[in-house]
């Protein structure tokens, strides 16, 4: 079984998939993974463009301490 990824609230994802009794349940729990994830990738995105515009502001400050 591999490693539970810190995000991943597995007890509360089985929970709800346990309460999924019903199709209307089943495609609620279906569109909060959706909706999770997508959460995620943004949050990614975004700590993946702070650090693009951090080295890219060292990069100047070093780039302008040599002159």
């Not at 539970?4 to 609230?9: A, C, L, T, W």
Request: glycine share 2%; hydrophobic share 40%.
């Amino acid at each position: 079984m591999r490693k539970q990824d810190v995000g991943f609230d597995y007890h509360r994802y089985h929970r709800l998939l346990t309460e999924a009794d019903d199709e209307d349940k089943r495609l609620a729990l279906i569109d909060l993974l959706i909706e999770e994830q997508a959460r995620d990738r943004l949050a990614a995105q975004r700590a993946s463009d702070r650090a693009a515009m951090t080295a890219r502001t060292i990069a100047n400050v070093l780039k302008a301490g040599r002159n």
